[in-house]
């Protein structure tokens, strides 16, 4: 079965620090992959997308996500967060016209 | 302003009673979703359609109904069938290409009275 899987459900850092989210996807679904930010209360946003070519990916908001086809991995990396960082992290696999998105990841940023 | 309106931001359900959800887009975008949100279970699939007069099952359809007569609009029903509607609802859309991201409303809370 086709799936997204986010092996952290939560994470929490310090403020400043380094952050890495971990995303690995089965290798029958597309390799057309995003990562998406929501906030309390509201719907996702888009953080960025990888389509095809460079592997690594540059979002908005100082994020970016490295593509490795041999890992099935398409993990979101932040060098220094800010406490606005704090929210629920989404990955996701496009298909055809379905997507398929992994369970979240709460980053918390801690003062 | 382009994007995707959802209504109400808060509803609430007495038992028995059947209640829609609205989703209205300015988008141009062929496709449609909506999707259940519950903690720490992520998106759940409801319905999809992928042009106006037509739409398919997600993974949890039971208890829901929707309608497409118009490409802009797409509202989702939560009916008495569905024993536990309390849930985050979202609505999407997506252009044309596989390749492309989808784009979410701002989402409909859900409670049961």
């Known amino acids: 079965a086709q799936s997204v899987t986010q092996l952290d459900s939560q994470v929490p850092v310090f403020e400043e620090a380094p952050v890495e989210l971990r995303c690995n996807y089965s290798?029958?679904?597309?390799?057309?992959l995003f990562w998406y930010v929501q906030y309390p209360n509201q719907g996702l946003q888009l953080l960025l997308k990888y389509l095809s070519g460079s592997t690594l990916v540059k979002g908005i908001n100082g994020f970016e996500a490295e593509f490795n086809k041999s890992q099935t991995s398409f993990h979101l990396r932040k060098p220094s967060v800010h406490i606005s960082d704090t929210a629920e992290y989404f990955c996701?696999?496009?298909?055809?016209?379905?997507?398929?998105f992994g369970t979240g990841t709460r980053l918390k940023v801690l003062a | 302003d382009g994007g995707i309106t959802q209504s109400p931001k808060y509803l609430f359900r007495k038992e028995g009673q059947n209640v829609t959800l609205s989703c209205e887009q300015n988008l141009n975008h062929d496709a449609m979703y909506w999707y259940r949100q519950d903690p720490g279970q992520g998106l759940r699939l409801i319905y999809y359609?992928?042009?106006?007069?037509?739409?398919q099952k997600g993974d949890i359809a039971e208890g829901y109904s929707v309608s497409r007569e118009k490409k802009e609009s797409f509202p989702l029903t939560v009916t008495s069938a569905q024993k536990n509607p309390t849930a985050f609802y979202l609505c999407a859309t997506k252009g044309g290409a596989s390749n492309q991201p989808q784009h979410f409303g701002d989402g409909t809370r859900l409670s049961i009275l």
């Open positions: 996701a696999a496009s298909g055809t016209y379905k997507y398929i």
């Open positions: 290798s029958s679904v597309s390799v057309y």
């Open positions: 359609s992928q042009i106006v007069n037509d739409f």
